[in-house]
């Protein structure tokens, strides 16, 4: 009987675990900026697991207590060809979720960041108002301001491929089992859809809770910027909604940075030299 009732309180909404799963490697700087937004959250119930695939990335991953496991990196081209570009790391995504045993789950890239303090203080009072057959979708917001998915989404309540990724979504592990990510782009749109399909009930919150720090650079492991690091996580006071991120808008007009705009070029030179391919 005793047994029982630890069990009942170890499962309890008073004890809510956040499985946080992230890929890295060669992003020291990212990752850095990234377990930072994590380990200064007030509610402190959650597991950073991690999945690296090369030795390199021990030299910054072991000055942190965490969970890492190694992947194997694969180097050789597809047997079969398609359409999407080859992303043979999407597949890291499927072992990070063999580790989870219980609780919820969120996936954060190491070039992603959570975008204050509360964020999983946050979260879990939601998920105490709700039950284990909920999915929540929040934003996630780009450097250049851009947030996913766009109002329209939660308007109509449905999710569009290019327009929402896998730190958009909260779900319970009970249905981790249920999808897997494949070895193309287009991935993470297509695990939410089968979440999307089977989680019975959805809470929409139109609002930003992930800054992703990076512009999609098509797996070439580019690092973030040192300055980036110095917005690494702000506590959410009124003096936080006042601190400029990447951006700074004047009169509806989106002002960035020097760095912003050499790397909105970088990103318009990458698209147009994936379409000539």
Avoid at 49 to 55: A, G, K, L, M, R
Avoid at 231 to 243: A, R, V
Wanted: glycine fraction near 2%.
């Amino acid at each position: 009987m005793d047994q029982l009732i630890n069990n009942m309180k170890s499962n309890s909404k008073e004890d809510v675990l956040i499985n946080i799963l992230t890929r890295t490697s060669n992003r020291p700087i990212g990752f850095l900026n990234c377990h930072q937004s994590i380990i200064q959250q007030s509610y402190k119930n959650f597991n950073h697991i991690i999945s690296y695939d090369n030795d390199n990335d021990l030299n910054y991953i072991n000055a942190f207590d965490l969970k890492k496991i190694k992947v194997n990196k694969v180097t050789s081209d597809p047997e079969i060809k398609q359409s999407f570009i080859y992303a043979p790391y999407n597949l890291y995504c499927n072992e990070l979720l063999k580790e989870v045993k219980n609780g919820w789950i969120l996936f954060l890239d190491d070039d992603d960041s959570l975008l204050h303090h509360k964020v999983l203080e946050e979260a879990v009072k939601l998920i105490k108002k709700m039950d284990n057959d909920t999915m929540i979708v929040w934003q996630i917001r780009y450097p250049n301001g851009k947030t996913l998915p766009l109002k329209k989404h939660f308007k109509q309540k449905k999710i569009e491929l290019n327009h929402i990724g896998t730190s958009n979504i909260l779900f319970h592990s009970k249905y981790k089992d249920l999808a897997k990510w494949d070895e193309w782009k287009g991935a993470d749109f297509r695990f939410i859809n089968v979440l999307f399909n089977q989680i019975p009930k959805k809470k929409w919150i139109e609002k930003v809770n992930i800054q992703i720090n990076n512009y999609g650079d098509f797996g070439k492991q580019n690092d973030i910027d040192n300055i980036v690091t110095n917005n690494k996580i702000f506590y959410k006071s009124w003096f936080w909604w006042l601190l400029p991120k990447y951006h700074t808008s004047f009169l509806g007009f989106r002002i960035f940075n020097k760095i912003e705009y050499k790397k909105l070029k970088k990103r318009f030179l990458n698209k147009i030299s994936n379409i000539k391919k």
